[in-house]
């Protein structure tokens, strides 16, 4: 069967704020299509003709799809003008729910720039909880272990690290432990009063894989037991059983994202705050 070769294009992604939705939009989008794979433009925090002026020119160098949140009508009617006269493709991407939204709301927009990025108590939370994910990275700070709203523990190369990070955007103090054969684990995971303890669990196929991956990336060519299968299971199978030892409950990460372990950790959140 011939192989299908992957489908290059431009996208452009202008905001007068960070981007952070764009971005998250467009790599949603692309999800679902089959071998393509976009080359991504970014220009963000654009507020003023002139810059707007130049990522034209840049736009119009290499043509392609163009997605934006602009909340100043002038700047949006100039840059869906000019698309339009290029023959480009371009979307405001959160129209369509800003106008179900103001409809049902009876309100009209507010058109405010970087509206979502107003220094409120919630954005110093997730600041608060992502230096709490990185001074309790791999098991750093076990003392203060205590104050997270959840550890997670498991064996090398599980995406703990990533994962609290991910979580420390939503606002939640997340810590991890690594599980190490023959390593004592701090006490404080034991407590009485402990934080939600989750468990990340792996194939040990997909762990060997991935463990390789890294040793390559890294030119390490001393391996051992790190990638070897028996004992890469049976390091597994010590993690699993302590897991149900202690009744914590756990997440098989083997196929899933971070995204999507990040979401049933905050499902297991919420059921144990409750």
Same mark, same amino acid.
């Given at each position: ?82 698309? #339009? ?8 991407? *959160?129209? @369509?729910? !800003?106008?179900?939204?103001? +409809?049902? &709301? ?68 997340? #810590? ?8 004592? *684990?701090? @006490?404080? !995971?034991?407590?009485?009063? +402990?934080? &939600? ?78």
């Amino acid at each position: 069967m011939r192989e299908r070769l992957a489908t290059y294009f431009n996208v452009h992604l202008v905001s007068d704020s960070t981007g952070e939705t764009l971005a998250g939009v467009m790599r949603a989008t692309c999800a679902q299509f089959d071998d393509i794979l976009p080359i991504e433009h970014s220009y963000f925090l654009v507020r003023s003709a002139r810059q707007l002026e130049r990522v034209m020119r840049e736009i119009e160098a290499a043509p392609g799809v163009v997605m934006f949140t602009l909340s100043n009508m002038d700047h949006r009617a100039m840059l869906e003008r000019r698309c #339009a006269e290029a023959g480009m493709p371009c979307v405001a991407v *959160l129209d @369509p729910v !800003l106008d179900v939204t103001s +409809r049902y &709301l009876g309100q009209e927009l507010n058109h405010k720039v970087g509206a979502s990025r107003k220094l409120t108590a919630e954005y110093f939370k997730r600041i608060d909880a992502l230096d709490f994910a990185m001074e309790h990275d791999d098991g750093q700070q076990v003392i203060e272990l205590k104050d997270a709203d959840v550890i997670l523990v498991g064996v090398s190369r599980t995406s703990k690290t990533p994962t609290c990070v991910y979580l420390a955007h939503r606002g939640v103090k997340a #810590a991890n432990v690594p599980f190490v054969p023959n390593v004592e *684990l701090p @006490p404080e !995971l034991f407590g009485e009063r +402990r934080p &939600l303890v989750v468990g990340l669990t792996i194939s040990a196929d997909r762990l060997v894989h991935i463990r390789r991956n890294r040793l390559v990336a890294m030119k390490e060519t001393r391996a051992g037991d790190y990638t070897e299968e028996d004992s890469v299971r049976a390091e597994i199978m010590r993690a699993q059983k302590l897991f149900e030892r202690e009744g914590w409950p756990t997440i098989d990460v083997s196929r899933r994202s971070i995204e999507e372990t990040a979401a049933a950790v905050l499902n297991l959140l919420a059921e144990h705050r409750d």
